[in-house]
Nanobody, 116 residues
Framework: QVQLVESGGGLVQAGGSLRLSCVTSGSIFSGNAMGWYRQAPGKQRELVAHITSGGSTNYADSVKGRFTISRDDAKSTVYLQMNSLKPEDTAIYYC??????????WGQGTQVTVSS
């Protein structure tokens, strides 16, 4: 079965850091690209960061230089290190298998709240 379990969110002051984790079932993780997405109230879900199975990465312009996506294939886990957090980063963060077969599968997400 498809499993995507995000964790690591919380409340942090502006300028602080958080590291998000997403544990997946190994069968869907291996060989696939992964992404982190976020959705703020009243806004559409947006791509934050993407990493291919080979480790190539892409980031939204708004987070470049502050966020880092990484993966650990042995643990079937993808991470998002978030530094220099800003209030506008406040959102629910989701991980996703960026392959068309899994396009409709999402986890529960983890809330990130950044205070001024």
């Amino acid at each position: 079965q498809v499993q995507l379990v995000e964790s690591g969110g919380g409340l942090v002051q502006a300028g602080g850091s958080l590291r998000l984790s997403c544990v997946t079932s190994g069968s869907i993780f291996s060989g696939n690209a992964m992404g982190w997405y976020r959705q703020a109230p009243g806004k559409q879900r947006e791509l934050v960061a993407h990493i291919t199975s080979g480790g190539s990465t892409n980031y939204a312009d708004s987070v470049k230089g502050r966020f880092t996506i990484s993966r650990d294939d042995a643990k079937s886990t993808v991470y998002l290190q978030m530094n220099s957090l800003k209030p506008e980063d406040t959102a629910i963060y989701y991980c996703h298998v960026d392959q068309i077969y899994y396009r409709n599968f999402w986890g529960q997400g983890t809330q990130v709240t950044v205070s001024s």
